[in-house]
């Protein structure tokens, strides 16, 4: 498996201000996600961050508003732009390991804007 | 465009029952399916993957299988503890990345 660390663990942020995620691996590995879940719903993912290249966005999602950073294999950022209330939500960082697909989560970061 | 549902939302069970939670997807063409388990305001644990070729995959009293054919899943936990009380999401990877489909979960309490 793979540990997975995310900083901040919660945060309160103000209207049209933006907060950055930070999503550390005790591993090197290739692959990085970056997922959102909104209250009482399920995991959706937000894009797909590989190192040394722009990441790839799911539909619905753009860089402009969630901007991503790979710096380097056991690291990623995902920046929450412009908040307003409707992006309260749980982010979380996952990876994939190599071969059996297999995906791991870290804790999640809960963001809640007034 | 996968879709992945789970249903029922929520159950409850009393303690030492054995259960069987259901999962069902829309894309047989999947490359592998993963189940997880997440603790209210945590992330996620990952419980059991079984990839497309395989039938079934068992961890301790979980066990979880896998028809491609009919587009379901099943998690069966045996001898239910309430340490088991969390919500189980099914998740089915599809596409050359194996990207993730969630379903809603189910959350599941146990009763002493």
């Known amino acids: 498996s793979a540990v997975i660390s995310q900083k901040p663990s919660r945060d309160i942020c103000q209207r049209g201000t933006s907060l950055t995620i930070q999503c550390q691996v005790d591993s090197q590995v290739t692959m990085m996600f970056w997922y959102r879940q909104q209250p009482g719903q399920s995991l959706t993912l937000i894009a797909t961050a590989n190192q040394g290249s722009e990441a790839t966005y799911e539909s619905g999602f753009v860089i402009d508003k969630f901007p991503i950073s790979r710096p380097n294999l056991t690291f990623s950022t995902l920046t929450v732009s412009n908040m307003s209330p409707e992006d309260s939500s749980i982010y979380l960082c996952?990876?994939?390991?190599?071969?059996?697909?297999?995906?791991?989560f870290g804790p999640g970061t809960r963001l809640t804007v007034t | 465009k996968q879709e992945v549902t789970q249903i029922p939302a929520a159950l409850s069970v009393p303690e030492g029952e054995n259960l069987v939670l259901n999962c069902s997807f829309t894309d047989s063409a999947i490359y592998n399916l993963q189940w997880f388990r997440q603790d209210p305001g945590k992330g996620l644990t990952s419980l059991l993957l079984i990839q497309s070729s395989q039938r079934e995959q068992t961890s301790g009293r979980l066990n979880a299988s896998l028809d491609k054919s009919s587009g379901r899943s099943t998690l069966y936990i045996a001898a239910s503890q309430p340490g088991d009380s969390a919500t189980y999401l099914c998740a089915v990877g599809t596409g050359a990345n194996s990207k993730l489909t969630f379903g809603k979960g189910i959350t599941l309490s146990v009763r002493p």
């Open positions: 996952s990876v994939r390991r190599e071969g059996s697909g297999e995906q791991y």
